[in-house]
């Protein structure tokens, strides 16, 4: 509800209520000073007295004006006037006369109703429609600004009471021509929404604002997000890790199309999802056909007018995102049944020249997790722990392809394609799988990332299993390396030094007795070794037995021998934490800190 005041005069507008407030500004309803057939309503963007004097945020004020400024869209809120009055500068908006979304959310809630499926896909059409204004806008020069908002969530969506949908604050967006820029390890936005590259504090594109609109309509069609927690760090950890579960296994009004657009907005890699808001837009015009054809603003009018109550009857303003919620029965193996080629199937952007379907590759499933907390660790500190290798079989590694019965790699045509071309015998393609998976792991070791199945380190999984000993004879059946690593190779790999443990190879002897044939190549085991993955809030430098590591938080994993280590977490601004962990052979730690 809108705070009361005394209507204030301010330079060309006159001040009526109050209508929110921020870190850095507080917005107003007011009307142009003039004739009464001239006045109008617009809303009055003004940064806090405390701001009022400080450059950068007069610069941040100032980029928003700039963005936009230059967005003509009507599914976006429009800026009307950019200025000062004596010390303290403004921007006035576009008044929309409504309510916002996260008002609408949180009144259903109360009622224990849902958002019906219709207003859900329209609205989040619409927010896409804008993003899509936005990530394409250009300066007067032509260039790409190369806009990204950074803060989609119901808060700031706005419904009219016309029906109409309107994507406002551009505050914290990012574009090229920003006068300021985000400073390292500053994350942007609420933490709850963000994309995992965005939580991580990485380089971010449009692609991240499709995963926070993913997130939205996900918040629209079940009445929460799709990874709970008390606090952020809990929903900090499952952004990074967890698998979505589709909206159907909690709604059964929710169709088979609706799920893979939702699921494929929440992919994890931004290379997995829409690569666009207007390509997520035309998929959900489709899942909309499906259901309400005519569907639009005056339905939408239709709906906020029967059911949302007044705005002194709504509910206490509370964020119910941090609220732990169980996981509902079913939901992993759910979660597990979409396949890239399903999500891809159902989410096809149709082109004046057909379909154009998006490859996507295929995704391990993870297997059960334990967690532990270590009572004894300080406040604020979080460990899991996967447990140790156990002794029962690994899980077979995808193979290439199915051999079919009459398959004509084996029998006496082995070695020869069916148009008669010579083709690698199967011992090859295994010698270059094996090659292959050890050259990527080298590779992830030297540069410092996580390794390839580190999305699953956490939550509900334990320690992948080692992959077998693959023999090197005629008869090694095809292995393919995981569906993580790259599925061609690159045209050239660079040498890399390393102090992992190189394969050694044990070569037959020169002269070999008559009475034993040579020993076939094999590969030495590497020494086992253990993981330590660390994860704070904020950022923070991490050392390592006294030795800091190239890289900050986040989110930071890397390969340690196993045995006691010394960790320390220095922030920017000083603060530390130090703990001393023990971690076995195959064993996988994650330490996680929220500093105060």
Same mark, same amino acid.
């Given at each position: 509800?809108?705070d009361?005041?005394e209507?204030?005069?301010f330079?060309r507008?006159r001040?009526?209520?109050?209508?929110?407030r921020?870190?850095?500004a507080e917005v107003?309803l007011?009307?142009?000073?003039?004739?009464?057939t001239?006045r109008?309503?617009?809303a009055?963007?003004?940064?806090?007295?405390?701001?009022?004097s400080?450059k950068?945020?007069?610069?941040?004020?100032?980029?928003e004006?700039?963005?936009?400024?230059g967005?003509?869209?009507?599914?976006?809120?429009?800026?009307i006037?950019?200025g000062?009055?004596g010390s303290?500068?403004?921007?006035a908006?576009?008044f929309?006369?409504?309510?916002?979304?996260?008002?609408?959310?949180?009144?259903?809630r109360a009622?224990g109703?849902d958002l019906?499926v219709p207003v859900?896909l329209?609205?989040?059409r619409?927010?896409a429609?804008?993003?899509?204004?936005a990530?394409t806008?250009?300066?007067a020069e032509g260039? $790409?600004?190369?806009v990204?908002?950074r803060d989609?969530?119901p808060?700031n969506?706005l419904?009219?009471d016309?029906?109409?949908v309107?994507?406002?604050?551009?505050?914290?967006?990012?574009?090229e021509t920003?006068?300021t820029?985000?400073?390292?390890?500053i994350?942007k936005?609420k933490?709850?929404y963000?994309? $995992?590259?965005q939580?991580?504090a990485?380089?971010v594109?449009?692609?991240?604002d499709v995963f926070s609109l993913?997130?939205?309509?996900?918040k629209?069609l079940?009445?929460h997000?799709?990874?709970s927690?008390?606090?952020?760090?809990?929903?900090?950890d499952e952004?990074?890790?967890k698998?979505?579960?589709p909206p159907?296994?909690?709604?059964?009004d929710?169709t088979?199309r609706v799920?893979?657009?939702?699921?494929?907005?929440l992919?994890?890699s931004a290379?997995?999802r829409?690569?666009?808001?207007d390509?997520?837009?035309?998929?959900i015009d489709?899942?909309?056909?499906?259901i309400?054809?005519t569907?639009?603003d005056?339905?939408?009018?239709?709906?906020l007018a029967?059911?949302?109550?007044s705005t002194?009857?709504?509910? $206490?303003e509370?964020?119910?995102d941090?609220?732990?919620?169980?996981e509902?029965s079913g939901a992993?193996?759910?979660?597990t049944?979409?396949?890239?080629?399903?999500?891809?199937?159902?989410t096809?952007?149709?082109?004046?020249d057909g379909l154009?379907?998006?490859v996507r590759a295929?995704?391990?499933?993870?297997?059960?997790?334990?967690?532990?907390?270590?009572?004894?660790?300080?406040?604020?500190?979080?460990?899991?722990e996967?447990?140790e290798?156990?002794?029962e079989s690994?899980?077979?590694?995808?193979?290439?392809?199915?051999p079919? $019965?009459?398959?004509?790699?084996?029998g006496?045509?082995?070695?020869r394609?069916?148009?008669?071309?010579p083709?690698t015998?199967?011992w090859?393609?295994?010698?270059?799988?094996?090659?292959?998976?050890?050259?990527?792991?080298?590779?992830?070791?030297?540069f410092?990332?996580?390794?390839?199945d580190?999305e699953?380190v956490v939550v509900?999984?334990?320690?992948?299993?080692?992959a077998?000993?693959?023999?090197?004879s005629a008869?090694a059946?095809?292995?393919?390396?995981p569906s993580?690593?790259p599925?061609t190779?690159?045209?050239a790999?660079?040498a890399?030094e390393?102090s992992?443990?190189?394969?050694i190879v044990?070569?037959?002897?020169a002269?070999?007795p008559?009475?034993a044939?040579?020993a076939?190549p094999?590969?030495?085991?590497a020494p086992?070794?253990a993981?330590?993955?660390?994860?704070?809030?904020?950022?923070a430098w991490?050392y390592?037995d006294?030795?800091?590591?190239?890289?900050?938080?986040?989110?930071?994993?890397?390969?340690?021998?196993?045995g006691r280590?010394r960790?320390?977490?220095e922030?920017g601004d000083g603060?530390t934490?130090s703990?001393?962990?023990?971690?076995?052979?195959?064993q996988?730690?994650?330490?996680?800190h929220a500093f105060?």
């Open positions: 509800m809108a009361a005041q209507p204030a005069d330079g507008y001040l009526l209520r109050a209508l929110g921020g870190g850095m107003h007011a009307e142009t000073i003039g004739p009464a001239l109008r309503h617009v009055i963007k003004r940064l806090l007295p405390a701001f009022a400080s950068r945020y007069v610069q941040m004020l100032l980029d004006a700039h963005i936009a400024g967005i003509r869209h009507p599914n976006v809120v429009r800026l006037d950019f000062q009055v303290t500068h403004y921007i908006l576009e929309v006369q409504g309510v916002d979304l996260a008002f609408v959310l949180r009144t259903l009622q109703r019906p859900a329209h609205v989040a619409c927010v429609r804008g993003l899509h204004a990530h806008l250009a300066d260039r $790409p600004m190369r990204v908002h989609v969530s808060h969506v419904l009219s016309a029906g109409e309107k994507l406002i604050d551009f505050g914290v967006a990012k574009a920003n006068l820029t985000t400073r390292t390890g994350i936005g933490l709850q963000m994309s $995992p590259e939580a991580q990485r380089p594109d449009c692609r991240s993913g997130m939205t309509l996900y629209m079940v009445g997000l799709p990874f927690g008390s606090n952020e760090f809990q929903i900090y952004i990074l890790r698998r979505a579960t159907s296994h909690l709604r059964a929710v088979e799920d893979a657009l939702v699921l494929r907005a992919q994890k290379d997995d829409f690569q666009s808001a390509e997520m837009a035309r998929v489709r899942a909309l056909a499906e309400a054809p569907f639009g005056a339905e939408v009018a239709a709906f029967s059911e949302r109550p002194d009857a709504a509910p $206490p509370e964020n119910d941090f609220r732990e919620r169980p509902p992993f193996a759910a979660a049944s979409w396949d890239a080629a399903r999500i891809a199937r159902l096809r952007m149709e082109e004046q154009v379907p998006t295929v995704v391990a499933e993870p297997r059960a997790t334990v967690s532990t907390v270590l009572d004894d660790e300080p406040s604020g500190t979080l460990i899991l996967a447990p290798a156990d002794a690994p899980p077979d590694l995808p193979s290439a392809r199915a079919a $019965p009459d398959d004509a790699s084996s006496p045509d082995a070695g394609a069916d148009d008669g071309a083709v015998p199967r090859g393609w295994a010698v270059l799988g094996l090659l292959g998976f050890l050259t990527a792991i080298l590779i992830a070791l030297q410092g990332g996580a390794e390839a580190v699953w509900r999984r334990s320690a992948p299993a080692t077998p000993s693959l023999p090197v008869d059946q095809a292995v393919a390396a993580a690593l599925t190779a690159p045209e790999v660079p890399v390393s992992a443990p190189q394969p044990e070569s037959a002897p002269s070999p008559t009475d044939p040579p076939p094999t590969a030495a085991s086992p070794r993981y330590l993955t660390v994860s704070t809030l904020p950022w991490v390592l006294g030795t800091r590591l190239s890289r900050h938080t986040p989110l930071v994993s890397v390969p340690v021998k196993p280590h960790l320390r977490l922030t603060r934490h703990a001393e962990v023990m971690l076995k052979p195959g996988r730690m994650t330490i996680s105060e």
